[in-house]
T-cell receptor, first 113, second 113 residues
Framework: DAGITQSPRHKVTETGTPVTLRCHQT?????MYWYRQDPGHGLRLIHY???????DKGEVSDGYSVSRSKTEDFLLTLESATSSQTSVYFC????????????FGEGSWLTVV | QQQVKQSPQSLIVQKGGISIINCAYE??????FPWYQQFPGKGPALLIA?????SEKKEGRFTISFNKSAKQFSLHIMDSQPGDSATYFC????????????FGGGTRLMVKP
């Protein structure tokens, strides 16, 4: 499972409330990513990080912010959740070695009501 | 603008048959083309990947065919089994530009016994 833990795994929240999803890795990988998955859209990149305090935007970053204060943790925050942010969120890490491979976590199911 | 287009959206195959999923990409800078398999409630898992310097890669019953001039690649699943029933995603990335994966929309495969 590449040592990725996402929390919470399931959450229901109300519109307008802040929400933070956590991704924790145990293997000190430099690159970490947040994707969202919606039917018909595959997975779309929200934000990514290439080191502590080094982050950048992805394809669908509006309404989301991220932080990485430690190598092992990458946080995704929805400052004011909206119904359009109801989705499944996947964290991923990049492993290097014999080839660059991206591994995904088990996902966080978020419902905004 | 969808940079990776995947077809079909859904596919039904009889046990023992060949499943074929196609993808087309637009960005000629992509240099890594993985396929991911996803079971319900799970994160995507890397199945097989190819780089553009080869036209075909085979791992067990799974084969990627790659056509650089046409900017297309496909996944063939030989002797399809009910256990192969899952959603399959093609993706593409640039290895020297953050490795961010751009995904196709996904294909839901059902293999009938």
């Amino acid at each position: 499972d590449a040592g990725i833990t996402q929390s919470p795994r399931h959450k229901v929240t109300e519109t307008g409330t802040p929400v933070t999803l956590r991704c924790h890795q145990t293997e000190n990988h430099r690159y970490m990513y947040w994707y969202r998955q919606d039917p018909g859209h595959g997975l779309r990149l929200i934000h990514y990080s290439y080191g502590v305090k080094d982050t950048d935007k992805g394809e669908v970053s509006d309404g989301y912010s991220v932080s990485r204060s430690k190598t092992e943790d990458f946080l995704l925050t929805l400052e004011s959740a909206t119904s359009s942010q109801t989705s499944v969120y996947f964290c991923a890490i990049l492993t290097t070695g014999f080839g660059n491979t991206i591994y995904f976590g088990e996902g966080s199911w978020l419902t905004v009501v | 603008q969808q940079q990776v287009k995947q077809s079909p959206q859904s596919l039904i195959v009889q046990k023992g048959g060949i499943s074929i999923i196609n993808c087309a990409y637009e960005n000629t800078a992509f240099d890594y083309f993985p396929w991911y398999q996803q079971f319900p409630g799970k994160g995507p898992a890397l199945l097989i990947a190819i780089r553009p310097d080869v036209s075909e890669k085979k791992e067990g019953r799974f084969t990627i065919s790659f056509n650089k001039s046409a900017k297309q690649f496909s996944l063939h699943i030989m002797d399809s089994q009910p256990g192969d029933s899952a959603t399959y995603f093609c993706a593409a990335s640039m290895q020297n530009a953050g490795n961010m994966l751009t995904f196709g929309g996904g294909t839901r495969l059902m293999v009938k016994p």
